[in-house]
C-alpha cells in the first residue's frame, strides 16, 4: 500500500504576504501547483458584470516575456500536463500539473502572467467575444439555466441572484470608466496578500519551499484585503425552499452565522446523504421506488454563510411525491441528529481522508490543499455540524433508520489465492501470462489476461482490465441495469481508492479497477457474482434508466464517438431482458484483460477470484474497424441550437512509427488549432485537438463548438488549418524541433507517469496488438522522428489515408464525403 501523505501539508506565510502550502508526497509521479486568489465574480463593482471573469481569460493571452504560444497552456499541453482555471463567486483558482523536471517552467509562466499582464485592447475586444460565445451557450443549456434557477428562492439583494458570467454588453472594452475598474481591481488583489500557492509533488519540503519563493518573487507584493461581507442569503426568517422541475425536486438551506469550521462538517453530512448503504436516506428512498438518484452538495460558501442544496431525481412513480420524500428525508435528518459526536461516523469518515490522499493526484492533492479544510471532522467540526442540523429544524425521527456499516475494502486484508490457476498458465476459460515471459520468448502477448511488468510491483497501486466481446450490441437496458447493481459496490471501492468502472461500448463491455491493489480481489470477485449472478429483485427494476441532465453539443458527440468508431452508429432499441438472456450473452462472450502493478500475493488472490469469470477465453486481437481512405459523416441530433464537430483522422496503419507521427503533428497543432479558431476566428469557445485513441485506433481529434457557425463551415476552417500543416512543420527551426521530440518522448516514460496513464496506454497498446515493450518503441519512433517524417505524414494526413471520420450536428456535405452507415 503506497505510503500515507502527512495529513498536515506544510504551511507558512512568505515575507512578501504570500501564502504557501507545501505537500512532499513521495508516491507521486507529477507535481502540481494550485493558485488562489482572494477575488471572484461578487467583487467586482456593480456596474462591470464579469469583470473577475474576464481578467482570468485575459491572462491567458501571453506576456512580453512567454508569448501566447509560450505561455502557460501552451507549455503545459506541450509537455503532457493538465491545466485549467475558474473564477467562482470569491475566489479565482489556477492549476497546473506537469513532470517534475518541467515543473519550474510552469511556475516561471504563472507567475509571469500574473505579474505583467499585457491587458491590450485589441486582445480584450477579441477575447470579450470568446466570453459572449460562452454565454450564448450558457443561456441556451438547459442544466445551466437550471442551476441557476436554484437561487431564485434567496433574496434579490444576494449576489449570487445576479449575472456574473460576462457578455459583449457588460463588459464595455473601450470606455475609459471600464479600463480603469478592470485596472483597479487587478492592483487590488492580484497581489500577495491575495494569494495562496498549493505545491505537491515528489520534491522535499525545502525544494517546494526554494520554487514557492522564486514564484513569489515574481509579484506584487501587498496585504491582505478585507472582502465585502455579502447581505442575507434569504429575505425573509425562512431558512429554506424547494424547487421542482420535470422529474426532479430541490430542497435548498440558506445557513447564516456559521462557525469556521462548516465547510468540513457540510462535507461530512454530504458523506452520508449521499452514501447508498442499506438503512439510509438514498437507500430507503430507491427501495419505495421514489427517486433515481440523490445529490447532496453545498453550492456556496462564503463569510459564515452557505447554501446546501439536496436535489432528488425521481422515479416515474416518485414524481407526485414531494411531501413523502419530504417526510422521509427530514425523518432521516432527525435520525442522524440523534447520533451526537457521531463517534463510528467520525471513525469511518477519517479513514475515508486518509485514503483519499493515498489515492490523489499531485493535482488533486494540490487543490485540497487550497481549501485549507482540516483533515476528519475535529471538534470544532463537530459542534459546526450541530449549528447545521439546528437550522435545518430537525424534530424526533420516527422511522427504522440504520448508520452506514463500515466500508469493509478500508480494512480489506488480501485473501489467500483460491485453487485455480497458476502464473502463466492458460486454458479454455482462463489465461494468464505476463509481458516478461512473452518478451524472453521474442514474441507478440497472446494469452487472454496479460500481466504487464511495466511497473514495479511494491507501489501499492494496481490496474486491471478485462474486455468481453460479445456477438451483438446489447439491449439498451441491461448494461445501465448492470451498472446500477455495481452502485453501492462502486461506492465502496471508489472510497477505498480503487476506481471501479463497468461500461458499454456496441458489442464490448469493459470492467476496469485502478488504484490501490489490496482490496482489489475481493472488489473483483463481488463484481463478477454480480454481473453474472445477479440479486433476485434485478429483474424488476424499471428497464429505463433515470432521467440524465442534458449534455452540452460536444460532450454529446464525444460520448457517441467510440460507437461509431466500432461501426455502431445507432443505439439499440429499449426492450425487456431477462435472466435467460444475460446468460446467453455470457455463454458467447470471449474476453481478454491487462494486469500491471500486482504483487505475486494479490496476483494469486485476483486469479483465484477469475475463477468465476464469464465468457471464452479470447487469444486473438480484434484490430479495430478500419476506414482507409474514406470520409465518413454521421449526423448527431444534439440538445441544443448551438454547431458542434468532431473529426477524427486515424493513422494509416498501426505501425508504431505512424503512432509517433501522429502524436509529434498533435503536439504541434495543438496551440496554433485553438489560436487560430478560437482566438483569430473565434468561431466559439469549445476548441481543441489532440490525440485519441479507440479501441486500440490511435488518431487525431479535433473538436469544435460554435453558437453561430455552422458544421460545414466549421470543417472548412479545420481543412484550411490542415493544409498548412506542412508549412507549419518547416517552419520549426531544427533545435526546436529535437526539443519537440524529446519533450513528448518523455511523456512515455512509464517510471515518470501515473499508474492510471500507464495502464490506458498499455490498454490501448494491447488493443493494437503491439508488443510488450510498446511504450519503450513509441519513445524511439518520437526521439528518431525527422522534419521529413513529419511532412510525409501531414501530406498522408491531409490525403485522409487512414480515413477521416465526422460526428456533427448539421447534414452531411458534398463529395467525398459521404453518410456513414
Not at 520554487?211 to 429554506?240: H, I, K, Y
Not at 455502431?568 to 435467460?580: G, M
Not at 470471449?590 to 505475486?600: F, K, N, Q, S
Request: glycine share 6%; with cysteine; hydrophobic share 40%.
Amino acid at each position: 500500500m503506497p505510503a500515507l501523505n502527512h495529513p498536515h501539508p506544510h504551511t507558512e506565510t512568505l515575507a512578501n504576504g504570500l501564502r504557501i502550502s507545501l505537500r512532499h508526497a513521495p508516491r507521486l509521479k507529477r507535481c502540481a501547483a494550485a493558485l488562489r486568489v482572494a477575488a471572484g465574480s461578487h467583487d467586482v463593482p456593480l456596474a462591470w458584470p464579469g469583470l473577475a471573469h474576464f481578467l482570468e481569460h485575459l491572462l491567458f493571452l501571453g506576456t512580453e516575456r512567454f508569448p501566447a504560444d509560450q505561455g502557460l497552456m501552451a507549455y503545459v499541453q506541450g509537455h503532457g500536463g493538465q491545466l485549467n482555471a475558474r473564477t467562482n463567486e470569491r475566489n479565482t483558482d489556477f492549476f497546473f500539473e506537469l513532470s517534475p523536471l518541467a515543473f519550474n517552467g510552469g511556475l516561471e509562466r504563472l507567475s509571469d502572467m500574473l505579474a505583467h499582464p499585457r491587458l491590450d485592447q485589441n486582445d480584450q475586444l477579441r477575447e470579450r467575444e470568446v466570453l459572449h460565445a460562452e454565454f450564448i451557450a450558457w443561456s441556451r443549456d438547459p442544466s445551466a439555466q437550471q442551476q441557476f434557477g436554484l437561487f431564485d428562492g434567496l433574496s434579490a439583494a444576494h449576489p449570487l441572484r445576479a449575472f456574473h458570467a460576462g457578455n459583449r454588453y457588460s463588459l464595455p472594452v473601450p470606455q475609459p470608466a471600464f479600463q480603469q475598474a478592470l485596472s483597479e481591481f487587478y492592483q487590488r488583489f492580484y497581489q500577495t496578500g491575495q494569494m495562496t500557492l498549493s505545491l505537491a509533488g515528489p520534491q522535499s519540503v525545502a525544494e517546494l519551499k526554494a520554487l514557492a519563493e522564486r514564484f513569489g518573487a515574481q509579484l506584487a507584493s501587498g496585504q491582505q484585503v478585507a472582502q465585502s461581507a455579502p447581505p442575507s442569503l434569504m429575505a425573509s426568517a425562512d431558512n429554506r425552499y424547494q424547487q421542482a422541475g420535470e422529474r426532479r425536486m430541490n430542497l435548498l438551506f440558506a445557513f447564516e452565522h456559521l462557525p469556521d469550521s462548516s465547510p468540513q462538517a457540510l462535507d461530512f453530512l454530504c458523506t452520508w446523504l449521499n452514501s447508498s448503504k442499506p438503512g439510509g436516506l438514498l437507500a430507503e428512498l430507491q427501495n419505495r421506488q421514489l427517486i433515481d438518484f440523490l445529490k447532496a452538495a453545498p453550492l456556496y460558501q462564503f463569510a459564515g454563510q452557505a447554501l446546501l442544496n439536496i436535489e432528488f431525481t425521481l422515479s416515474a412513480s416518485g414524481s407526485s411525491q414531494d411531501a413523502l420524500i419530504r417526510e422521509l428525508f427530514f425523518d432521516w435528518l432527525s435520525f442522524f441528529n440523534e447520533h451526537r459526536d457521531w463517534p463510528q461516523l467520525r471513525e469511518e469518515y477519517a479513514l475515508l481522508q486518509q485514503r483519499k490522499q493515498q489515492v490523489s493526484s499531485a493535482l488533486e492533492l494540490a487543490r485540497i490543499d487550497s481549501e485549507q479544510l482540516e483533515p476528519g471532522l475535529s471538534e470544532q467540526g463537530v459542534n459546526a455540524l450541530k449549528t447545521l442540523l439546528q437550522q435545518m429544524s430537525v424534530d424526533k425521527p420516527t422511522g427504522t433508520w440504520q448508520l452506514p456499516p463500515p466500508n469493509p475494502f478500508l480494512r480489506q486484508v488480501a485473501a489467500p489465492a483460491r485453487t485455480g490457476l497458476i502464473r502463466g498458465q492458460t486454458s479454455a476459460h482462463r489465461g494468464l501470462r505476463t509481458f516478461a515471459q512473452d518478451r524472453s520468448r521474442g514474441r507478440r502477448d497472446s494469452s487472454s489476461l496479460l500481466v504487464s511488468q511495466e511497473l514495479p510491483d511494491e507501489t501499492g497501486e494496481a490496474a486491471v482490465y478485462l474486455r468481453w466481446r460479445l456477438d451483438s450490441a446489447v439491449q439498451a437496458s441491461l448494461q445501465p441495469k448492470l451498472e446500477i447493481s455495481l452502485k453501492d459496490l462502486r461506492e465502496d471501492a471508489l472510497q477505498a481508492g480503487v476506481d471501479f468502472s463497468f461500461s458499454a461500448v456496441g458489442n464490448q463491455w469493459l470492467l476496469k479497477l485502478v488504484g490501490i491493489h489490496e482490496p482489489m480481489p475481493a472488489i473483483l470477485e463481488q463484481a463478477l457474482m454480480r454481473l453474472t449472478k445477479p440479486a433476485a429483485d434485478f429483474w424488476q427494476k424499471p428497464d429505463k434508466p433515470g432521467i440524465s441532465p442534458p449534455l452540452m453539443p460536444i460532450r454529446q458527440l464525444l460520448k457517441l464517438l467510440p460507437e461509431h468508431c466500432l461501426g455502431y452508429l445507432q443505439s439499440p432499441a429499449l426492450q425487456p431482458v431477462s435472466a435467460a438472456d444475460l446468460q446467453q450473452l455470457w455463454s458467447s462472450a470471449r474476453w481478454d484483460g491487462l494486469a500491471l502493478g500486482l504483487p505475486a500475493k494479490v496476483q494469486a488472490a485476483i486469479t483465484g477470484a477469475l475463477s468465476q469469470m464469464p465468457g471464452i477465453a479470447q487469444t486473438q486481437v480484434a484490430l479495430a474497424l478500419s476506414i482507409r481512405s474514406q470520409h465518413l459523416w454521421s449526423q448527431v441530433p444534439t440538445d441544443s441550437s448551438e454547431h458542434a464537430l468532431l473529426l477524427f483522422c486515424p493513422t494509416p496503419t498501426q505501425d508504431i512509427a505512424d503512432e509517433a507521427a501522429w502524436r509529434l503533428l498533435a503536439q504541434l497543432c495543438q496551440s496554433p488549432f485553438y489560436q487560430r479558431l478560437r482566438v483569430e476566428l473565434q468561431l466559439g469557445y469549445g476548441v481543441f485537438s489532440g490525440v485519441r485513441q479507440i479501441n486500440g485506433q490511435t488518431g487525431l481529434l479535433f473538436g469544435v463548438q460554435s453558437p453561430s457557425v455552422a458544421s460545414r463551415d466549421i470543417l472548412e476552417h479545420i481543412e484550411v488549418f490542415l493544409e498548412q500543416l506542412p508549412e507549419l512543420v518547416s517552419r520549426i527551426d531544427d533545435s526546436s524541433l529535437t526539443n519537440q521530440c524529446q519533450a513528448l518522448a518523455d511523456q512515455f516514460d512509464s517510471s515518470a507517469l501515473p499508474l492510471a496513464q500507464v495502464a490506458e496506454l498499455l490498454w490501448q497498446g494491447k488493443l493494437a496488438d503491439h508488443p510488450s515493450d510498446y511504450l519503450q518503441q513509441l519513445q524511439r519512433a518520437i526521439i528518431s522522428s525527422s522534419r521529413q517524417s513529419l511532412l510525409d505524414a501531414a501530406q498522408r494526413l491531409n490525403q485522409a489515408e487512414g480515413g477521416w471520420r465526422c460526428l456533427a450536428s448539421g447534414s452531411c456535405p458534398d463529395k467525398p464525403w459521404q453518410v456513414a452507415k
